[in-house]
């Protein structure tokens, strides 16, 4: 009936988001709104879109109470300039207005993926990637990190080097290498590229398996408190600001089955402060100090495993066999243990990102290591930057309203969100 045809036809328009993408509202940076009808993961999707393009968020306001989703964005470049390129902002508009499942990307087609877990240490990257050449294995794609004594790897490898065969001598090799010594929890795993469809998110959870209990060192500064008036948590996170911080806290929070209802996002001078009122998906709060505990640990350890203090090195280079190990047997012979690694190849051209330190992770890296490296890789091939340590501090005092869950009132939270979103006029 023709009445039933209009009447999906303004159920599709309610449930299809609306985005707007703005640089005349903030005199900083480029504002990106989305509101439509509520889903679970939405905020999630939004946020990976916004990091995979590598942008900061400097504010946001995040609302999704009831049915629906209000989301605003403060977002620049990575030199902190609002956005000019007219194809960025498109896709940001195609990539955040459909609710249709994202297609697989077509440079993931025809690929398997080995994922690695095991106990790292000096020279494991190095072995890996010598293991593969060895078997005439070649890598499209290799990410890795490294956190508290642990590594895990995503190594893209093209379906023809990824046969039954092969993968079951691949692990057979590469197990005891990435067990070690006396652990026995490191493995290989090999999947079809398709089921591993954003690779940061998979190795959170893959290093979420194998998260460490020791705190000795600083940590970032991350509080869960009870609002059982309004059946929420709160959680609270302060630390020095990064690229991808949002997204490594959403991320976090969306795989442990949290929901999040309203949250701010700030950064000032360097620093970042996220505020999130979450529930479980079944709607109910946090209800022990032990889950607390566990959801304080988990988003201190997903912020830290991209703190990175060291140095990256940036190689681009013609591709060719046994480039990767090449390189990172050169990183082993002079001491250097990868924290990091981002490996790709396009159009017969490798583009290589590692962040190393010394044989302990956040140890200096001497100078004489950085220009061995560069000796024998090519100086021209090879970018380096130094990175800072970032030290986290304990929680300052906040100056909102004695800066305690105790005096916050979800009215004047949502009130300060409608008002940022330029839909009343004062609060």
Not at 36 to 64: M, P
Not at 74 to 94: E, F, M, N, P
Not at 117 to 126: E, F, N, Q
Not at 374 to 381: N, T, Y
């Amino acid at each position: 009936m023709e009445w039933l045809d209009e009447y999906e036809k303004l159920v599709i328009r309610m449930d299809t988001p609306k985005v707007v993408v703005d640089n005349a509202v903030c005199p900083t940076a480029t504002l990106v709104q989305v509101d439509s009808a509520r889903k679970r993961g939405v905020l999630l999707e939004a946020v990976q879109v916004l990091a995979d393009l590598d942008l900061s968020v400097k504010k946001a306001y995040i609302s999704s109470d009831g049915r629906w989703f209000m989301d605003v964005f403060h977002v620049t470049d990575r030199l902190g300039r609002k956005l000019a390129d007219d194809s960025v902002i498109s896709y940001i508009q195609q990539s955040l207005g459909t609710w249709t499942e994202p297609s697989q990307p077509a440079a993931l087609e025809g690929l398997a993926v080995l994922e690695l877990t095991g106990a790292d240490r000096t020279g494991l990257i190095s072995e890996v990637f010598a293991v593969l050449a060895d078997m005439g294995c070649s890598v499209v794609d290799a990410r890795a990190w490294s956190h508290r004594g642990r590594l895990a790897c995503l190594v893209y490898l093209r379906n023809e080097d990824a046969d039954a065969v092969r993968v079951a001598c691949i692990k057979t090799r590469l197990a005891p290498l990435l067990r070690g010594i006396s652990d026995a929890s490191g493995g290989v795993v090999a999947v079809p590229a398709c089921s591993v469809p954003h690779a940061d998110r998979r190795l959170h959870q893959l290093m979420y398996a194998d998260r460490d209990q020791d705190r000795a060192l600083p940590t970032p500064s991350v509080s869960v408190e009870s609002w059982a008036e309004r059946g929420y948590s709160v959680v609270t996170v302060q630390c020095p600001d990064r690229p991808k911080l949002l997204y490594d806290v959403v991320c976090t929070l969306t795989d442990m089955d949290y929901l999040v209802f309203h949250g701010t996002i700030d950064t000032n001078c360097g620093e970042a402060r996220q505020e999130f009122y979450i529930r479980h998906a079944d709607g109910s709060p946090i209800s022990s100090e032990a889950e607390m505990q566990r959801v304080r640990q988990c988003l201190q350890d997903a912020i830290e495993r991209r703190s990175f203090e060291g140095v990256r090195m940036e190689l681009r280079t013609p591709d060719r066999p046994g480039l990767l190990s090449d390189v990172t047997r050169t990183f082993r012979e002079n001491g250097l243990l990868v924290a990091q690694a981002e490996v790709s190849t396009k159009g017969g051209m490798a583009s290589n990102v590692f962040y190393v330190t010394g044989t302990t992770a956040g140890q200096a890296v001497h100078q004489s290591a950085i220009e061995a490296v560069k000796e024998r890789v090519g100086i021209d091939s090879l970018v380096v930057e130094e990175h800072r340590p970032q030290l986290y501090q304990k929680t300052l005092p906040d100056d909102r309203d004695g800066g305690g869950i105790g005096l916050v009132h979800l009215g004047n939270f949502v009130k300060r969100n409608l008002y940022h979103l330029g839909l009343i006029k004062s609060w």
